[in-house]
Protein backbone atom coordinates (compact mmCIF):
# COMPACT_ATOMS: atom_id res chain seq x y z
CA UNK A 1 0.00 0.00 0.00
CA UNK A 2 3.09 1.86 0.47
CA UNK A 3 4.18 1.70 -3.03
CA UNK A 4 5.17 4.75 -4.98
CA UNK A 5 4.27 5.17 -9.05
CA UNK A 6 7.69 5.81 -8.75
CA UNK A 7 8.75 2.78 -7.04
CA UNK A 8 6.75 1.00 -9.36
CA UNK A 9 7.94 2.22 -12.81
CA UNK A 10 10.08 -0.91 -14.14
CA UNK A 11 6.85 -3.09 -13.37
CA UNK A 12 4.46 -0.35 -15.09
CA UNK A 13 6.58 0.17 -17.89
CA UNK A 14 7.07 -4.09 -18.59
CA UNK A 15 3.20 -4.24 -18.71
CA UNK A 16 2.71 -1.12 -21.10
CA UNK A 17 5.37 -2.87 -23.60
CA UNK A 18 3.43 -6.37 -23.21
CA UNK A 19 0.19 -4.22 -23.95
CA UNK A 20 1.43 -2.70 -26.37
CA UNK A 21 2.76 -5.74 -28.09
CA UNK A 22 -0.51 -7.26 -27.34
CA UNK A 23 -2.38 -5.18 -29.35
CA UNK A 24 -0.56 -5.27 -32.39
CA UNK A 25 -0.38 -8.90 -32.36
CA UNK A 26 -4.42 -8.45 -32.18
CA UNK A 27 -4.68 -5.81 -34.44
CA UNK A 28 -2.33 -7.52 -37.02
CA UNK A 29 -4.10 -10.79 -36.87
CA UNK A 30 -7.91 -9.31 -37.27
CA UNK A 31 -6.20 -7.47 -40.60
CA UNK A 32 -5.21 -10.52 -42.12
CA UNK A 33 -8.50 -12.19 -40.88
CA UNK A 34 -10.10 -9.71 -42.94
CA UNK A 35 -8.04 -10.23 -46.05
CA UNK A 36 -8.34 -14.24 -46.08
CA UNK A 37 -12.71 -12.93 -45.52
CA UNK A 38 -12.30 -10.67 -48.44
CA UNK A 39 -13.36 -8.02 -46.09
CA UNK A 40 -10.68 -5.24 -46.43
CA UNK A 41 -11.62 -2.81 -49.15
CA UNK A 42 -9.76 0.38 -49.95
CA UNK A 43 -10.41 4.10 -49.83
CA UNK A 44 -8.10 5.65 -52.96
CA UNK A 45 -7.37 8.78 -52.98
CA UNK A 46 -4.97 11.18 -54.89
CA UNK A 47 -2.08 11.07 -52.23
CA UNK A 48 1.15 13.75 -52.81
CA UNK A 49 2.93 10.39 -52.01
CA UNK A 50 6.60 11.98 -51.89
CA UNK A 51 6.00 14.44 -48.79
CA UNK A 52 4.04 11.72 -47.17
CA UNK A 53 6.55 9.28 -47.03
CA UNK A 54 9.31 11.88 -46.04
CA UNK A 55 7.06 13.32 -43.10
CA UNK A 56 7.36 9.35 -41.96
CA UNK A 57 11.23 9.38 -42.84
CA UNK A 58 11.43 12.63 -40.38
CA UNK A 59 9.38 11.68 -37.32
CA UNK A 60 11.59 8.50 -36.92
CA UNK A 61 14.89 10.18 -37.76
CA UNK A 62 15.12 11.07 -34.05
CA UNK A 63 14.77 7.93 -32.35
CA UNK A 64 16.89 6.19 -34.47
CA UNK A 65 19.53 8.95 -34.30
CA UNK A 66 19.45 8.13 -30.11
CA UNK A 67 19.24 4.98 -31.36
CA UNK A 68 22.89 5.30 -32.99
CA UNK A 69 21.31 4.30 -36.04
CA UNK A 70 21.84 6.25 -39.21
CA UNK A 71 18.23 7.06 -41.16
CA UNK A 72 18.81 7.98 -45.02
CA UNK A 73 15.87 8.83 -47.77
CA UNK A 74 16.14 9.95 -50.94
CA UNK A 75 12.52 10.37 -52.75
CA UNK A 76 11.29 11.51 -56.75
CA UNK A 77 9.63 15.14 -56.01
CA UNK A 78 6.23 15.64 -56.21
CA UNK A 79 5.36 12.06 -56.82
CA UNK A 80 1.48 11.65 -56.91
CA UNK A 81 -0.37 8.36 -55.98
CA UNK A 82 -3.18 7.13 -56.51
CA UNK A 83 -4.27 4.68 -53.36
CA UNK A 84 -5.43 4.31 -49.59
CA UNK A 85 -3.01 6.16 -47.74
CA UNK A 86 -3.81 4.47 -44.46
CA UNK A 87 -3.16 1.01 -45.64
CA UNK A 88 -0.03 2.39 -47.40
CA UNK A 89 0.86 4.29 -43.55
CA UNK A 90 0.67 0.65 -42.34
CA UNK A 91 2.68 -1.34 -45.11
CA UNK A 92 5.25 1.55 -44.68
CA UNK A 93 5.85 1.37 -40.68
CA UNK A 94 5.98 -2.40 -41.03
CA UNK A 95 8.85 -2.19 -43.45
CA UNK A 96 10.50 0.38 -41.41
CA UNK A 97 9.64 -1.48 -38.12
CA UNK A 98 11.33 -4.46 -39.50
CA UNK A 99 14.48 -2.18 -40.95
CA UNK A 100 14.70 -0.78 -37.40
CA UNK A 101 14.60 -3.60 -35.56
CA UNK A 102 17.07 -5.58 -37.38
CA UNK A 103 19.66 -2.74 -38.08
CA UNK A 104 22.62 -2.63 -35.20
CA UNK A 105 23.85 0.31 -33.16
CA UNK A 106 26.03 1.64 -35.73
CA UNK A 107 24.22 0.14 -38.78
CA UNK A 108 21.90 2.01 -41.06
CA UNK A 109 18.36 2.58 -42.84
CA UNK A 110 18.24 3.70 -46.20
CA UNK A 111 14.53 4.80 -48.06
CA UNK A 112 14.10 5.75 -51.93
CA UNK A 113 10.91 6.09 -53.29
CA UNK A 114 11.06 6.77 -57.07
CA UNK A 115 8.88 4.75 -59.91
CA UNK A 116 9.73 2.01 -62.77
CA UNK A 117 9.82 2.05 -66.15
CA UNK A 118 6.16 1.43 -66.03
CA UNK A 119 5.24 3.90 -63.85
CA UNK A 120 4.42 2.16 -60.84
CA UNK A 121 5.40 3.16 -57.51
CA UNK A 122 8.45 2.08 -56.15
CA UNK A 123 9.19 1.92 -52.50
CA UNK A 124 12.76 0.77 -51.11
CA UNK A 125 13.68 -0.15 -47.17
CA UNK A 126 16.95 -1.57 -46.87
CA UNK A 127 19.59 -2.09 -43.68
CA UNK A 128 22.73 -3.25 -43.08
CA UNK A 129 22.74 -5.83 -40.93
CA UNK A 130 22.97 -10.26 -40.20
CA UNK A 131 22.55 -10.92 -43.92
CA UNK A 132 19.26 -13.27 -44.87
CA UNK A 133 19.94 -16.63 -46.09
CA UNK A 134 18.31 -18.05 -49.54
CA UNK A 135 16.37 -20.29 -47.48
CA UNK A 136 14.77 -17.36 -45.29
CA UNK A 137 13.84 -15.29 -48.24
CA UNK A 138 11.51 -17.81 -49.55
CA UNK A 139 9.72 -17.63 -45.81
CA UNK A 140 10.13 -14.50 -45.08
CA UNK A 141 6.48 -13.27 -46.13
CA UNK A 142 4.71 -16.17 -44.39
CA UNK A 143 2.35 -15.88 -41.23
CA UNK A 144 4.90 -16.23 -38.24
CA UNK A 145 8.08 -16.89 -39.52
CA UNK A 146 10.77 -15.20 -38.10
CA UNK A 147 14.50 -15.76 -39.22
CA UNK A 148 15.78 -15.94 -35.86
CA UNK A 149 12.89 -16.76 -33.19
CA UNK A 150 15.25 -16.67 -30.72
CA UNK A 151 15.10 -12.69 -31.16
CA UNK A 152 11.33 -12.73 -30.77
CA UNK A 153 11.11 -11.00 -27.28
CA UNK A 154 14.23 -8.53 -27.96
CA UNK A 155 12.66 -7.39 -31.28
CA UNK A 156 9.08 -7.22 -29.80
CA UNK A 157 7.79 -8.95 -32.61
CA UNK A 158 5.76 -11.78 -33.95
CA UNK A 159 6.65 -12.91 -37.55
CA UNK A 160 3.99 -10.64 -38.92
CA UNK A 161 4.89 -6.96 -40.10
CA UNK A 162 6.19 -8.60 -43.42
CA UNK A 163 3.51 -10.71 -44.40
CA UNK A 164 0.76 -7.64 -43.16
CA UNK A 165 2.94 -5.38 -45.61
CA UNK A 166 2.74 -7.90 -48.67
CA UNK A 167 -0.88 -7.95 -48.61
CA UNK A 168 -1.08 -4.45 -48.43
CA UNK A 169 0.88 -4.14 -51.35
CA UNK A 170 -1.17 -7.02 -53.64
CA UNK A 171 -4.56 -4.65 -52.22
CA UNK A 172 -2.83 -2.19 -54.45
CA UNK A 173 -2.18 -4.13 -57.29
CA UNK A 174 1.47 -4.89 -57.05
CA UNK A 175 3.84 -7.15 -54.52
CA UNK A 176 6.99 -6.70 -51.77
CA UNK A 177 10.21 -9.09 -52.76
CA UNK A 178 13.19 -9.03 -50.62
CA UNK A 179 16.80 -9.79 -51.40
CA UNK A 180 20.12 -9.81 -49.47
CA UNK A 181 23.74 -9.08 -50.66
CA UNK A 182 27.22 -7.73 -49.08
CA UNK A 183 25.62 -7.27 -45.88
CA UNK A 184 22.62 -4.97 -47.00
CA UNK A 185 18.58 -6.55 -46.77
CA UNK A 186 16.43 -5.01 -49.21
CA UNK A 187 12.82 -4.92 -49.48
CA UNK A 188 11.02 -3.32 -52.67
CA UNK A 189 7.53 -2.88 -52.82
CA UNK A 190 5.62 -1.99 -55.72
CA UNK A 191 2.40 -0.76 -56.15
CA UNK A 192 0.35 -1.03 -59.53
CA UNK A 193 -2.02 1.83 -59.47
CA UNK A 194 -1.33 4.81 -61.85
CA UNK A 195 0.88 7.69 -60.97
CA UNK A 196 0.51 11.22 -62.23
CA UNK A 197 1.99 14.45 -61.29
CA UNK A 198 1.56 17.32 -58.46
CA UNK A 199 0.65 20.11 -60.72
CA UNK A 200 -2.18 17.90 -62.73
CA UNK A 201 -3.72 17.07 -59.43
CA UNK A 202 -3.81 21.18 -58.26
CA UNK A 203 -5.38 22.35 -61.63
CA UNK A 204 -8.24 19.09 -60.96
CA UNK A 205 -8.43 20.47 -57.51
CA UNK A 206 -9.05 24.34 -58.99
CA UNK A 207 -11.45 23.20 -61.17
CA UNK A 208 -13.78 21.59 -59.00
CA UNK A 209 -13.56 24.29 -56.35
CA UNK A 210 -14.25 26.75 -58.97
Not at 9 to 29: C, D, P
Not at 36 to 61: K, Q, S, V, Y
Not at 79 to 87: M, Q, S
Not at 179 to 202: C, M, P, R, Y
Request: net charge negative; aromatic share 6%; charged share 30%.
Amino acid sequence: PDASIESQEKWLGSIQSETTRMAGLVGNLLFLAKIDAGEIHLEPEELRITELLEGMCMERETALFEAGKQLDYEMTPSLVYTGDWKRIQQMMNALLDNAEQYTPEGGSIRVVVNRDRKLRLRIVVSNTGEPISSEDLTKIFDRFYRADPSRARETGGYGLGLCVARSIAELHGGTIEASSANGVNVFTALLGALETDVDKIDKKRAKKSS
